[in-house]
């Protein structure tokens, strides 16, 4: 289904009974077309936590809990934010007998709306930890030079390009929503293996993303695929935590190797 038939962006009453049909699934098959042959773009997961999860147990009395949803990047679809936010508000006056039935509802509803296996774990409200970044921070370096939007010419190999592995992350991602507009804030992790990047033109190739309109997901692949095809590394990860909307955040991963595939984290800005 095209996104201009979605409700993001539009007014919407909340639903106060389950209703899996407000799901909105978008194909990823277009915005992959390019990049289809690009490794890695199918390999990786998209993390979702969600944070206004509440449903009645058999009682009738309201359960809360933070949950993760990890989505296969295999799938043929990822799900549009809004819908999911409705279908989980949709399910705040249900009974389930107990977790477990919850858990499969959902997991069955997602998983049909994303054609993949979706899985979600439940947090009680305080266990979910925050997580330090791991790696170097290029965020003080100067930019090789600025752009307003994608422009992969940027991204350079290092002077002295000897083989590396190095994990850098920048704090500076931003980019809209292509349908609201709104702007989407995250932090972007890059593992590589390789002859050595130059980190200020990576700075500068992340920050040419602020008036770029891409969902979450695109923009993940679009980086990781514009790493892999003009700086050719061995190895590669591109992760990019973004903060919350709505009650939601969304992680995308792609790795060019399983073994690369990192543990979901939360940052303290999310």
Request: proline share 6%.
């Amino acid at each position: 289904m095209a996104v201009e038939h979605s409700l993001l962006g539009k007014d919407t009453n909340y639903p106060t009974q389950y209703q899996p049909d407000i799901l909105f699934p978008i194909s990823r098959g277009e915005a992959r077309e390019k990049y289809k042959n690009v490794k890695g773009i199918y390999k990786g997961k998209d993390w979702w936590h969600v944070f206004e999860i509440s449903w009645l147990n058999q009682h009738g009395v309201p359960q809360v809990a933070i949950g993760r949803i990890c989505l296969p990047a295999s799938s043929t679809h990822l799900i549009e934010s809004k819908s999911l936010k409705l279908y989980f508000n949709s399910l705040n006056f249900t009974q389930f007998e107990n977790q477990q039935d919850f858990i499969k509802t959902v997991e069955q509803d997602l998983s049909k709306a994303a054609q993949a296996d979706v899985s979600l774990t439940l947090y009680k409200v305080d266990d979910l930890a925050i997580s330090q970044p791991q790696g170097l921070c290029i965020d003080d370096l100067e930019p090789t030079r600025l752009e307003n939007h994608p422009d992969a010419t940027l991204l350079s190999l290092d002077e002295h390009a000897e083989n590396v592995e190095v994990q850098l992350y920048s704090h500076l991602l931003r980019s809209n929503c292509p349908v609201t507009g709104q702007p989407d804030w995250g932090t972007v992790f890059i593992r590589y293996q390789g002859k050595k990047p130059c980190y200020r033109s990576i700075l500068a190739y992340i920050i040419s993303y602020r008036q770029h309109n891409g969902f979450h997901e695109q923009c993940v692949e679009q980086i990781f695929a514009d790493i892999w095809q003009n700086l050719q590394p061995e190895k590669l990860m591109v992760y990019a935590t973004y903060t919350r909307r709505g009650g939601l955040d969304i992680n995308p991963c792609r790795v060019s190797d399983e073994s690369w595939m990192p543990e979901p984290i939360r940052l303290a800005r999310q």
